[in-house]
C-alpha cells in the first residue's frame, strides 16, 4: 500500500541533463523501472521526421541554413514535453538547455545568424516570461567529451556520424559554465551533479547513492 506522503503528490519536475550519449536515456529507463516516477525521453524522433522531414538531420549538413528550423521545432516540442500534466515526472533535458546549450552553441560557434538568434531568443523569453515552466530539480550526468564520443560512435545514430570531438567539448564547456560554474544562463532549479564516465553496473550504483536526493524531490 502507498503511504500517505505517496498519496499527496505535489506536481514536480526533474529534469536529466548532460552532453550527446552521457548516458540520459539510460538513467531516465533505470528510474522509470525502479521508481514511480513518469519518464519522459526527449521527442528525438519528431526532430528526425516531422511530416516526412528530417530537420535533426538538415542541421548537422548546414548548421547555417537549417539550426533555425531544427532548434524553433526543438523549442516547440520541449514546451509540449514540460505542459504535459503528471504529478511528478523525469524528464530527458528542458527548454532552457535547448537555448542555453544548443542555440548559443550554435550562435557563438557562427554557425547562426544574428537575426535567427534574435528572433529564437524574442519567442524563448515570451515563453518563460508569459507560461509558467517550472522544474525542480536538475540531474547534471557530468560526463567528458571523450567519454561521450565514444558512447556516441557506439550507438551510431545515421544524422550524428558527423559530430566531431570537438562540438562535444563545446556542448561540455557550456553545460559546465552553466551549472557548475553557475556563469552563464540563469538556473531554473537546484543542481545535483552525478560523475558518469563510469561502467553500467557503476553508473546503476551511483544512481541508487544519488535516489533519495532525487526522489526528495518529489515528495516520494
Ligand atoms: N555508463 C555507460 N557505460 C557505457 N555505455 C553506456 C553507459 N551509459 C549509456 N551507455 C551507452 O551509450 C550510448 C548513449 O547512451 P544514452 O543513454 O542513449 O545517452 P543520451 O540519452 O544521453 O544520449 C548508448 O549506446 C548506451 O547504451
Ligand atoms: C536539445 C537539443 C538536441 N539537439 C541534438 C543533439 C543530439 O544530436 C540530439 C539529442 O540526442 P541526445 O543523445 O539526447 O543528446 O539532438 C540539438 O541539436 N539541439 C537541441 O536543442
Redesign the pocket.
Known sequence: PKSQSQLNLINCTICIE?N????????LEYFGKTSNIEVLTEPVSKWRNVRGHNPLALMYQDPERWGITLQTYVQLTMLDRHMLSSPVRMM?RSIFSAKYIFVENLFKSGKMPEVDYAVLSEWFDWLTTNISIPVDLIVY?QTSPQTCHE??K??CREEEKVIPLEYLESIHQLYEDWLIKQSSSPLPAPVLVIP?D???QK?LHQYEESRDKILAASNL
Open positions: 548532460g550527446i550519449a552521457s548516458g540520459k536515456t539510460t538513467c530527458e550526468l558512447r556516441l557506439q550507438r558518469a563510469y561502467d553500467l553508473m
